[in-house]
């Protein structure tokens, strides 16, 4: 049959947007061009603009249409309540031409015939001037699932129709400076993949919050994917890192597990097909709805389908993309791509960091950071959309979550804040838009704010995102990088928390000198490593319960160890790739072991820990010796399995050079032998005898790295820990001065890389251009120190006539 007003999906491309929208013609150059790819999309068909606009003719509505739009103050919120209300009635009064309905349904015959009578579609709006590379019109029209039988999907298409004029959409095409009746929607009628008996989600092929390209980001519930779109449920997330995986290392960097607390499933609500959410049980709570493999087939269609984008636009082209999995046929199916629009729209070379003048005590809610600023207002709990005249400027809106219908209060809140929702939901999406700060899913926050609070939203701190009770002060530093040189010294980053490795990148940076494990392990692992080996060991009953808890859905202790571990440092290792990232293994003192789940049976008592069982002296030792393997398996994955080569190994606290061969020689048991697949090891230099014998250590390893800390306290022999003698410790002393000279020289003269990763260059400008005199390779910084010790180090480089930066890999 030839169709007058719709196209399948077959015979649609990018270029069709005038006709079919911009969801349609994605729809159409997905399932022709991509699916030699292996990229699935459901079939269906696109009821085209002429259909929309040859209905409204036929009803001689446009001059209704007029009367109620023209002149209309977008910000006047009940103004436009009304008007759209009046402009939807007109619309959905409209009949369908009788030669359109023929066609829609000839053609939902077709579709009948290759998938059955069982057939549900989704029906769904496609605006023509939608999915654009500055505007996506994400959202501001309306979609139908579960649609069976020919009234229904009739039904379906008027309300389409209709929905071109919803409140939102009114008000975001004038906001846009989009003439409404230069816009049309056409209707995508497409088959609905059953992931009401599996999973769905949002992916985007950058990270959102940061505009990291090198990664696909995916979030992930159980059921339809309209929860994870409007942020009624808190999803997982996934990471995937690009450049290895396309090298063939096909591996999740990351996981996050979310609440997933509700489903969206079918529904029959009489003699209407619809939808209906449901509880998620415990179990399905408590484990991913996507495992690895899975994961790995969704990054592939994300990089396939960005790359011909990209191609199709002669420019670099990140996608925001909506997948579902059929429960039915198992396979995975990509039902909507566009241009990512905020993110990616990130111009200019000017870094914004913003920072808490002061650590408040009180968090009085926490959930997903989105973006990376800081706010503050009073509280605004908003529960209905007709308490919309009540919203003020410069208020903190609240909320369990939220629908497009807000968003012309949304562009008025200083901030926003959802019980529900992960970082690709709706109130996400539109803070991005408008530059405001916001945690989503932040569990109990309508109960824990109240209207009226003064409060300050904080995404400065990494993924997790902080509301504090009070008005609390902060700065907003602007630097202007397009122009700042680099200096011959490289500098290098102190960084722990792989939270904020996608953020810190931006800082100019030669790579990461101190990557710090035992962070990972006490912020993500939690448990003592031993105790996660041989929970039956912990004589604790609550903390022995705690542990096995945190074993659910492992195999055993050794895979949950193995894999936190290396996801932590491997996206340390991905966000500043190729760049070397140096990791020091765990370096915790039996103290703080002790301290960790499970770990008092495990280690001894000591009264100076910190001269104690540490660093090298536990690698080889029986007592921890299964614990360093576990390092050491962990940081073989890292390297082999995820193609993350530029982590080099060090080791902490090494005190004599037999230690150092014991435990280089135990490493190359667990398969991390030195200079194997361009391995690196490194050693800090913190211990007399590391600079003592220099040159024999220099022949054990690659580099030094100064601890300024602990080489302080071991050279003037002051316990830093101690108040009563604190006058006496200082990095500036001309011992610990002559200390590190020698250990720089060492290292020249045997070849092997210098740096510094202490804290001395930080506090003491004086400390910096010593290293810089000395000829220091490197120096490892705390991330807000790094700016301001660049530009000291570059005046003292030109002061010493030093011409131009070293050459960087």
């Not at 070379?349 to 706010?375: C, D, F, H, N, T």
């Not at 101190?514 to 912990?538: D, T």
């Not at 030792?621 to 982590?647: I, K, S």
């Not at 003037?716 to 000279?741: C, K, N, Q």
Request: glycine share 8%; charged share 25%.
């Amino acid at each position: 049959m030839a169709y007058q007003y719709l196209r399948f999906f077959r015979e649609i491309g990018i270029d069709d947007l005038p006709s079919v929208g911009g969801k349609n013609a994605s729809l159409g150059e997905m399932y022709q061009k991509l699916s030699s790819q292996g990229v699935r999309v459901p079939n269906g068909f696109a009821i085209t603009a002429e259909a929309y606009r040859a209905t409204l003719d036929a009803a001689g509505a446009w001059d209704a249409l007029h009367a109620c739009l023209d002149g209309l103050d977008p910000d006047d919120v009940d103004a436009l309540a009304r008007a759209g209300a009046r402009a939807r009635e007109i619309v959905y009064a409209a009949p369908l031409p009788a030669p359109l309905q023929e066609e829609i349904l000839a053609a939902y015959r077709e579709l009948q015939r290759e998938y059955g009578d069982t057939l549900s579609l989704a029906v769904r709006s496609s605006a023509t001037a939608e999915d654009l590379p500055t505007a996506s019109f994400a959202g501001q029209q309306e979609t139908y699932l579960n649609i069976r039988g020919d009234a229904e999907l009739l039904d379906a298409c008027r309300r389409c129709f209709a929905s071109l004029f919803t409140d939102r959409a009114i008000h975001y095409r004038a906001e846009q400076g989009f003439d409404h009746f230069h816009v049309a929607l056409s209707v995508g009628v497409m088959k609905m993949v059953r992931s009401d008996l599996a999973s769905s989600g949002v992916m985007f092929s950058l990270d959102t919050e940061t505009g990291f390209r090198d990664v696909v980001f995916i979030t992930a519930a159980w059921g339809l994917g309209e929860n994870v779109v409007q942020g009624a449920v808190n999803p997982d997330e996934f990471y995937v890192f690009k450049p290895t995986f396309r090298q063939g290392k096909r591996v999740v960097l990351r996981r996050l597990l979310g609440s997933k607390k509700l489903k969206m499933v079918y529904a029959d609500d009489g003699d209407r097909h619809t939808t209906r959410n449901i509880d998620t049980s415990p179990e399905e709570q408590e484990r991913f709805c996507l495992d690895d493999a899975d994961v790995l087939q969704l990054a592939e269609y994300a990089m396939i389908i960005e790359e011909h984008y990209s191609k199709h636009v002669g420019e670099s082209r990140p996608m925001d993309m909506e997948w579902a999995k059929d429960g039915l046929d198992g396979q995975l199916y990509l039902v909507q791509a566009r241009p990512e629009t905020v993110a990616s729209q990130q111009k200019g070379q000017v870094l914004e960091e913003y920072r808490l003048q002061s650590r408040p005590e009180k968090v009085v809610v926490e959930g997903r950071a989105v973006g990376g600023k800081i706010a503050t207002g009073r509280v605004r709990v908003f529960r209905d959309i007709r308490e919309i005249d009540t919203f003020r400027h410069g208020d903190v809106l609240v909320a369990d979550n939220t629908t497009p219908d807000w968003e012309p209060i949304m562009k008025e809140a200083a901030a926003i804040v959802t019980n529900r929702g992960g970082r690709t939901c709706h109130a996400a999406i539109i803070a991005r838009e408008l530059g405001i700060p916001a945690v989503v899913g932040a569990a109990g926050a309508t109960e824990l704010l109240h209207d009226g609070d003064e409060v300050t939203i904080s995404c400065a701190e990494g993924d997790v995102g902080r509301v504090y009770a009070g008005r609390q002060d902060f700065e907003v530093r602007r630097t202007d990088l397009a122009h700042l040189p680099r200096p011959s010294t490289q500098i290098m980053i102190n960084l722990g928390d792989p939270d904020l490795a996608f953020q810190i990148r931006n800082l100019p940076n030669d790579g990461v000198g101190l990557a710090r494990m035992e962070f990972i392990i006490g912020n993500y692992i939690k448990a003592h490593p031993m105790a996660l080996l041989h929970p039956e060991k912990v004589e604790d009953a609550r903390e022995r319960d705690a542990v096995q808890r945190l074993l659910r859905g492992f195999g055993s202790g050794e895979d949950f160890f193995i894999q936190r571990l290396s996801e932590g440092i491997g996206t340390i290792a991905a966000a500043f790739y190729p760049k070397p990232v140096v990791v020091r293994m765990s370096d915790f003192k039996s103290n703080e072991y002790a301290a960790l789940l499970g770990g008092r049976g495990f280690e001894p008592h000591e009264e100076n820990p910190m001269l104690g069982f540490r660093g090298a002296s536990r690698y080889a030792h029986p007592a921890y010796a299964e614990g360093f393997r576990l390092e050491c398996m962990a940081m073989r994955r890292v390297r082999e399995d995820m193609g993350l080569v530029n982590v080099i190994l060090m080791l902490p606290f090494v005190r004599r050079l037999e230690e150092a061969d014991a435990v280089l020689a135990r490493m190359a048991e667990y398969g991390l032998r030195r200079g194997e697949n361009g391995l690196q090891v490194y050693a800090m230099c913190e211990v007399p005898s590391n600079v003592i014998l220099v040159d024999e250590f220099a022949r054990r390893f690659d580099g030094f790295s100064i601890g300024s800390n602990d080489l302080t306290q071991l050279t003037l022999g002051v316990d830093r820990d101690s108040e009563i003698v604190a006058f006496d410790y200082d990095e500036r002393d001309a011992a610990v001065r002559a200390m590190i000279r020698l250990a720089v020289e060492g290292c020249r003269r045997n070849g092997i890389h210098s740096g510094l990763c202490g804290q001395a260059p930080s506090d003491y400008p004086e400390i910096a251009e010593y290293l810089v005199q000395i000829g220091i390779e490197s120096m490892s910084l705390n991330p807000d120190t790094v700016l301001t010790t660049t530009l000291h180090v570059l005046e003292v480089e030109k002061k010493l006539g030093r011409s131009g930066p070293a050459p960087r890999s």
